[in-house]
């Protein structure tokens, strides 16, 4: 791909953008057309029986807090009422007022928010949070939703609050995986104390920036009366259609939320609502070729990869490969050296047994960030809908049973031109019941939940990565007829996985909270799972189906259990000690189980968390601080997902501080402490990867192989050997937030990342980086104002990406410095 050409592909994307940004316009201007019933900013009713605040206090918690302040009751960690500061586990909040005054965007901007959430690159995409150094999960409305490592991005603006859970999930919302989660809680009617709004209000805005970003945003919400009784209704949009940094990438992105709470009788309630999203965009893989002075200076190794397009159609089939010979050489077995090291290959190796991996035209320039993987055909296309309608009666004597329905389905599809394509048609139904008792006496305060729940998942799930060669292209030039590959979503065949299935988990769960007067509160639970497995091979889509099963079922259950107690000490400090076990699934990134795993049993496993800690909350719960340590790690460790579920331990530190020092200014700072240990690798003594340039010591000559993939066994001699990789060991952050009375605010946030380095075998470190971002907002009568810089100080850096496999071939780099400005109406 010439620069002419990028720059041709470049003006056409901007006269789309133009043309839908327009139609955009329209549409927001409709939705907000439905609720222009108040002409200035709308205010919340205060909370039901609490004291009638004063204009200073209200300043405190809108213009100063941000509601960032842990002092709110969350239900998404334990699911009784209780704060951060009384519940005993690392947890933190994120709100709409943090969001939208740091012009929070992403997941990767969560960092400096909260501690233990750093996250590596899963191909671009913000899927979800790395947290405590191994992938995360995402729940909507404390329901665990499908996967999500690098299907689409979270959509971060759509929510009110996002709680960052670290750990596994309580007993009560069923397996989970190891390092955490996070819950999105959507937009609703209700203000802050769950009382229905009074009066419609709403907003606005357009937000544009660096790159061609352009993002339109509008939001409704307000009362009805349907029928005699209480309705309250949120309606949200969103519509993205942006360049981007990087050459042959662009995101077209529309979020359609909708949130609806009918209070039928004084006892009875219903909520439900739903979220649809349909993401248009492309993976990321970075620069291949990697090296150390491609890190240090930007020095890339250039050639043209040799020809096999043999029939003429500009892509490169399978048959075409294999026509030649073997282009992923594992270990020098060939070449008569028998060994898995890369220090095994030579010169020599290559050039006698598999010539045709070398390349031409060979020599070295300097790449721009722009040059990455992505081809000009590659799309990552996903539709995502999330639904859910709860029952919730109030019996009396604080007596509740709550009935919740929970749908959320995925259609992706995902193509890249280097060797790699996906598709996953999968969808969740779970239904669970939650009856909450509380018992209050001169005592304490006692509750109970009892919980059955039935989830159904269904998955049709395709890879293909057979012949997934990085290196073929030279991303100084771009894809040509040498390295565009023929992938099997383009011709529906020679697929390396192609499988359909269903699991159902049928599970029980009881928790109890006691609370008594004197300071001490003991949370116990319990949860056993039983989970049902069918799988089905289709054989007629794969390239090789021998030796493969055509099918395979199985049941296997798993117990959780939750021992937590923390303790009120005099001066507002809680010392709380958990421990806990939980169920995990194992399943793949398009929620699919192999069949083999399915007649092993080798689908469910658990993992163990001991955690201790002490948090406080004093001046008014004006300063909240709090401090972690802890141990978890995986029960079975030759049971393990490596792209979304990981065999590992985790051992660490965590450290949070929030300070609304008044109406005007919030401090936040954390400090994250985290070394990350794949168990499988280290009970092996070995593990699998690809071999990068900086792994084959004893090959002089890089260009030799370049046209192909070598690979091997990586070593793991000791514990330390296998610490995942691209995780920082030390990560520091810090944001403030001043606001003046006369509407202007400013913002910055910071996050210090440790060195790193970019994969398992540990040839190429990444450097340390200090990223910045600073904002200024004015609002005035109904209008808002705001202006983001990202990445202020225009630092380098770079993000791991899939350390384990493509660590030492593959890495991101990060972009320069953004700016992003927004105006918002509200009314």
């Not at 042959?248 to 009918?262: C, G, H, K, P």
């Not at 309630?269 to 090296?291: H, P, S």
């Not at 055909?377 to 929970?406: C, H, M, R, S, W």
Request: glycine share 10%; charged share 15%; aromatic share 12%.
């Amino acid at each position: 791909m010439t620069e002419t050409s990028f720059a041709t592909g470049t003006s056409q994307a901007a006269a789309s953008h133009g043309r839908l940004r327009r139609s955009v316009l329209s549409a927001a201007a409709l939705l907000c057309c439905t609720a222009m019933t108040a002409p200035a900013f709308a205010q919340t009713t205060p909370e039901p029986d609490a004291p009638a605040k004063t204009d200073a206090d209200q300043d405190i918690v809108v213009t100063g807090s941000l509601n960032a302040m842990p002092d709110k009751n969350v239900g998404s960690i334990f699911g009784f009422n209780k704060t951060l500061v009384e519940t005993p586990r690392s947890a933190s909040t994120i709100s709409s007022e943090q969001i939208e005054r740091f012009g929070i965007t992403d997941i990767y901007d969560l960092v400096a928010q909260a501690p233990g959430t750093f996250t590596n690159s899963f191909f671009g995409v913000g899927g979800a949070l790395d947290i405590r150094g191994t992938p995360g999960e995402v729940y909507f409305r404390g329901v665990r939703r499908l996967d999500n490592p690098g299907n689409y991005p979270t959509p971060i603006a759509a929510s009110d609050r996002i709680d960052i859970v670290r750990g596994p999930a309580s007993p009560i919302y069923g397996p989970s995986k190891t390092g955490g989660y996070m819950n999105f809680v959507p937009k609703s009617a209700r203000v802050k104390g769950g009382a229905l709004l009074d009066h419609a209000e709403g907003e606005v805005s357009y937000t544009g920036g660096s790159w061609s970003y352009n993002v339109i945003k509008a939001q409704v919400r307000g009362p009805l009366r349907v029928g005699g009784t209480e309705f309250g209704y949120s309606l949200y949009g969103e519509v993205e259609d942006s360049g981007s940094y990087y050459r042959n990438m662009s995101t077209r992105n529309v979020v359609l939320q909708a949130a609806f709470d009918n209070q039928i009788t004084d006892r009875l309630r219903v909520e439900f609502g739903g979220m649809y999203q349909k993401y248009d965009g492309q993976q990321n893989g970075g620069w291949n070729r990697l090296t150390q002075a491609l890190v240090d200076n930007g020095t890339y190794i250039t050639g043209s990869a040799k020809p096999l397009d043999t029939n003429g159609d500009g892509q490169i089939a399978p048959n075409e490969f294999t026509s030649v010979g073997t282009f992923s050489p594992f270990g020098t077995f060939a070449c008569g050296g028998g060994s898995t090291s890369a220090a095994s290959f030579t010169n020599a190796c290559f050039t006698g047994t598999y010539p045709y991996l070398g390349l031409t035209n060979t020599g070295t320039t300097t790449l721009s960030r722009k040059n990455v993987l992505t081809g000009p055909n590659d799309f990552l296309k996903n539709v995502a809908k999330t639904g859910y309608f709860d029952i919730i009666f109030d019996a009396g004597n604080d007596l509740e049973i709550k009935n919740q329905l929970f749908y959320d389905g995925i259609r992706n599809d995902n193509n890249n031109a280097y060797g790699f394509s996906q598709f996953h048609r999968s969808y969740v139904i779970e239904d669970k019941i939650v009856a909450s008792k509380t018992i209050k006496s001169d005592i304490g305060t006692f509750s109970i939940q009892a919980s059955p729940s039935i989830r159904y998942t269904k998955f049709l799930h395709g890879d293909d990565f057979t012949f997934e060669y990085f290196h073929r292209v030279d991303l100084s030039v771009g894809y040509t007829p040498l390295s565009d590959r023929l992938l099997s979503n383009e011709c529906g065949c020679n697929y390396t996985d192609y499988l359909k299935g269903h699991y159902t988990d049928y599970g029980a769960a009881a928790l109890v909270d006691l609370d008594f007067a004197f300071g001490l509160d003991v949370i116990l639970g319990g949860r056993y799972d039983q989970i049902d497995v069918s799988s089905t091979n289709m054989l007629g889509k794969l390239r090789v189906a021998t030796g493969v099963a055509q099918s395979g079922s199985g049941s296997k259950g798993g117990w959780s259990y939750n021992g937590s107690i923390s303790y009120k000490l005099p001066f507002g400090l809680i010392p709380y000690g958990t421990i806990s076990r939980q169920t995990t699934v194992i399943a793949g990134q398009g929620s699919e189980i192999a069949a083999a795993d399915a007649t092993g049993g080798t689908f469910i496993t658990a993992s163990k968390l001991y955690e201790g800690g002490i948090k406080g909350s004093w001046l008014n719960n004006k300063l909240y601080a709090a401090l972690s340590v802890y141990k978890q790690e995986r029960v079975d460790h030759n049971i393990q997902s490596s792209t979304v579920n990981q065999s590992v331990e985790t051992q660490g530190l965590e450290a949070e501080a929030r300070w609304s020092v008044d109406k005007h200014l919030l401090l936040t700072a954390a400090y994250t402490r985290t070394k990350v240990y794949n168990l499988t690798f280290l009970d092996a003594g070995s593990t699998f990867s690809f071999f990068g340039i900086g792994d084959l010591v004893n090959v002089t000559n890089p260009t030799l192989f370049l046209g192909g993939q070598p690979g091997g066994l990586v070593p793991i001699p000791n514990k330390e050997a296998s610490r995942r990789q691209g995780i920082p060991t030390n990560l520091y952050s810090a944001t403030a937030s001043y606001a003046f009375d006369n509407g202007l605010a400013f913002t910055a946030s910071l996050a210090q990342v440790d060195s790193v380095y970019s994969g398992q075998s540990r040839v190429v470190k990444l450097p340390a980086y200090t990223l910045v971002d600073l904002g200024v907002s004015y609002a005035r009568d109904n209008w808002l104002f705001r202006v983001v810089v990202k990445n202020a100080t225009d630092a380098v850096y770079y993000r791991a990406n899939f350390t384990e496999l493509f660590g030492s071939t593959i890495v991101l780099p990060e972009k320069p410095r953004s700016f992003q400005a927004s105006v918002t109406y509200k009314f």
